[in-house]
């Protein structure tokens, strides 16, 4: 299994790389390339979210408190005095640094759902839907985004099952396939609540003709 360095390190090289081709192609403004970056790197980590001590954990938690901030600070500014801002605000980073980070360790098992390719498209659909409603973002940046993430997630699960594999004696490792899996096999009941969760989830996403578009130009100079 890949740790957590190498995870964050080869998902933040890789979204660059791209980031930097596809800027240079002029298929992205610089401002619009680098949070690409970001986010598949993001994604490299995301797998190992469900791993009770994982650092992965900790910064994502981190990070989901001070958006919650930002977007709390910025939806209250007109509503609360200073005072009470900052009290909502520290409450805001408490709860779901620690709180909402505590119930998701309580019910997630390590390599569980969130180790799977399922997770790794929901996630980006959630984050392609995300940009595009709330963040205003045009359909084809949004589902951009969204690869970007799903390709950071699939890069992780790849390195692990890569490590699985002893290179040197050239034989698998017992985790060899647990890494790179369609759904947590032994939890089908996870796999229909994310499966219920990605239909609810299809209304919000940008236009479908916009990622096939996408995906024909991408292919398109290859054939
Ligand atoms: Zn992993």
Redesign the pocket.
């Known amino acids: ?2 740790n957590f360095r190498t ?1 964050f390190g080869v998902a933040l090289g890789g979204g660059a790389l791209a980031a930097y081709a596809g800027w240079q192609a002029s298929l992205w403004s610089f401002n619009e390339g680098w949070p690409l970056a970001v986010l598949t790197a993001f994604g490299g980590i995301l ?2 979210i469900d ?1 009770d001590h994982s650092y992965a954990i900790r910064l994502i938690f981190t990070l989901l408190a001070v958006l919650a901030v930002i977007a709390g600070a910025l939806w209250l500014q007109s509503r609360l005095a200073p005072g009470p801002l900052v009290l909502a605000c520290g409450g805001l980073y408490l709860g779901v640094r620690y709180l909402a980070g505590a119930i998701f360790k309580r019910f997630t098992v390590h ?1 569980g759902i969130w ?1 799977s390719l399922l997770a790794s498209f929901l996630c980006g659909m959630g984050t392609a839907a995300m940009s595009f409603h709330l963040l205003d973002q045009p359909a084809p940046m949004a589902w951009i985004q969204g690869l970007a993430l799903s390709g950071g997630a699939l890069i ?2 790849l390195l ?1 099952e890569l490590y699985s594999v002893d290179l040197v004696g050239s034989r698998l490792k017992r985790s060899f396939g647990t ?1 790179f899996k369609l759904f947590d096999y032994r939890e089908p009941g996870n796999a229909v609540l994310w499966l219920l969760l990605g239909i609810a989830l299809a209304p919000w996403l940008p236009p479908w003709a916009t990622l096939l578009e996408l995906v024909s130009r991408g292919v398109a100079p290859w054939l």
């Open positions: 299994m890949a995870h797998p190992d791993s390599r180790h992780h699960l692990d890494a």
